[in-house]
Each structure stands twice: as C-alpha cells, then as structure tokens.
C-alpha cells in the first residue's frame, strides 16, 4: 500500500508539472536546464548517501554498453523535455498532454519496425482511434487548412511524445544500471548539453514568485518526484503501475480547466476520451510479468 500512495503521489505531482511550468517565466530550454540541474543535485545527493549506507560484498561489473545506452537515452529524454516545454508555451496543458501521452502507442508502432514485433488487428483499431483523438483534440475542427492546424503546436506535442517513446524503448536495454543512478547520468547529460544554449539573460527578469516555481519545478516535479517514482516502482505489479500512470494526465487536464479556465469544445472533449480508449489497450502487451524490470521516466 505503502509503495502504491508514493507512486499516486509522483503521479500527480507529474500532472501539476504545466501549471507549474507556466509560472516560472522561463522558456522550455532554460527550464529543463533548471530542471536538469536541480535533479542532479538532488538526486546525486541521494544516490551518494545509498551508496555509503549500502555494503556491497562484491562489485558488479557493469557493460560499457549500458553506460551508452543510458547517455544516448539522456539525450532522447532532454529533447523530450525541451519539445513538451515548447509545446505548452504555445498550446493549452489539456491538448499538449492528450498529445503526449500517444507515446506508448508510438512504442508499439517502433516496436514493430526495430524489433519485428507483430500488431494485432486490434492494435491497429486503437492506433486508429488514437489517431483521429489526437486531431479532434488538437482542435482540426477549428482550422480551414493543415498547415494552419500544424502551426498551432501539434508538432512540438507530438514530437515530445516520438522522443518519450525513444526514452522508452532505448531504457529497454538498460538491465544493471540502477534506475537511480540512469536518472542521475541523464540529468548531469542534460545540464551539459544545454549549458551553451541557455539564455542566461532571461534569469535577470524574473520575480520572486517566478524564483519559487523555478525551484518547486526543479527540485520537487522533477528531482524528488523521480526518487518517489523509481523507489515504488519495483515494489509494484505491472498491472497496478498501467492503471495508476492515468493520475497524470488526468491531474494535469483538472488543473488546466479549474485553474487556468482553460474549455475544450465538445469536439476536443471527444478527442480526449478517444485518446485515452486508444493508450488504454497499449499498456497490455508489455504486461508479461508481475513487476516490471524497467520503465523510463515520465515528465
């Protein structure tokens, strides 16, 4: 029970992450630095402790090739971030989200083209119905032309949710790297590769309330949420993790509504219930086993 209330817990601090992002006065680029950087501190801070405080009798000798793997995962993380950031600048939280979370479709999708996976007939049913949610939620309806529907942001969205599935699929490999120290190498990556692009002149303009979200985004949504998500995610069924991961959203579109007075057309409303018939069927094929042995990281 104990491990299921932390999992809700990192999932609707998850949900919380637009709202909070919208507050801090930051672009998606310096954001995820901020994000990157707070998590590395926080979640390095916490992996050293563990270490001193854990006696290991023998040292496990761990491939070179997951240490890669782990960097080039990083690196599909951070441009994850940086399009989903990007896409909330200039779409409401409720479509970005109902976007993003297409990603274990795209898994599948991947899947059978990387690893020869088969699709189901009925698979395709809900890829199909995922499909056409997503253009009924990006607002299609509202557009006379597919390049003026494009532009709103549904790129960036969707973009977000192709990297999140490369995440995925690339942390697939990752078997003796603990998913701790996966996090900490990832973040650390991400603080380098976004050192030269950060524009350090848009700190100097913000409030002290921007300050607060800054920090609350950085330490508590990503660095402390991740130490809930990873220390309760082992000591779950698969099954019980597919059912819980559908709090974020779900969070996220609440606040979207009732805080930011954000209201879907009836159209939109469709979209998002055929969004979320579509990514229900997907958790399915990769519930093989009682617990999972890795499950990259959400936002």
């Not at 901020?34 to 405080?53: E, W, Y």
């Amino acid at each position: 029970m104990y491990a299921k209330l932390k999992f809700a817990i990192s999932m609707i601090i998850f949900g919380s992450v637009g709202l909070f992002s919208e507050k801090t006065g930051l672009h998606s680029i310096e954001l995820v630095f901020v994000r990157c950087f707070c998590a590395s501190i926080l979640l390095g801070t916490i992996l050293g402790v563990s270490t001193l405080k854990t006696q290991q009798p023998k040292k496990v000798s761990i491939p070179r090739r997951e240490y890669l793997l782990a960097l080039l995962c990083g690196v599909f993380l951070i441009v994850n971030w940086v399009f989903f950031f990007r896409s909330l600048e200039v779409m409401p939280i409720t479509v970005a989200v109902s976007i993003y979370h297409l990603a274990p479709v795209i898994v599948l999708l991947l899947g059978s083209v990387i690893f020869k996976e088969k699709i189901t007939k009925m698979g395709l049913v809900f890829f199909f119905i995922c499909f056409v949610g997503t253009l009924l939620v990006g607002g299609i309806h509202q557009h006379t032309t597919m390049a003026e529907f494009l532009s709103t942001g549904v790129l960036w969205a969707f973009a977000a949710a192709f990297f999140y599935a490369l995440t995925s699929i690339t942390g697939k490999g990752i078997q003796m790297l603990s998913p701790l120290l996966t996090t900490v190498i990832q973040t650390s990556l991400g603080v380098l590769l976004l050192i030269p692009l950060v524009d350090w002149s848009t700190f100097t303009h913000l409030t002290m309330e921007n300050w607060f979200y800054i920090l609350v985004t950085g330490f508590i949504h990503t660095g402390f949420v991740f130490y809930l998500f990873f220390s309760s995610l082992r000591e779950l069924k698969a099954q019980t993790i597919a059912i819980l991961v559908f709090v974020d959203p779900v969070i996220a579109i609440l606040l979207d509504v009732t805080i930011l007075n954000y209201h879907p057309d009836v159209y939109q409303l469709l979209g998002i219930f055929l969004v979320f018939v579509g990514i229900s069927y997907s958790p399915k094929r990769e519930i093989n086993s009682e617990k999972p042995k890795f499950i990259s990281v959400q936002r």
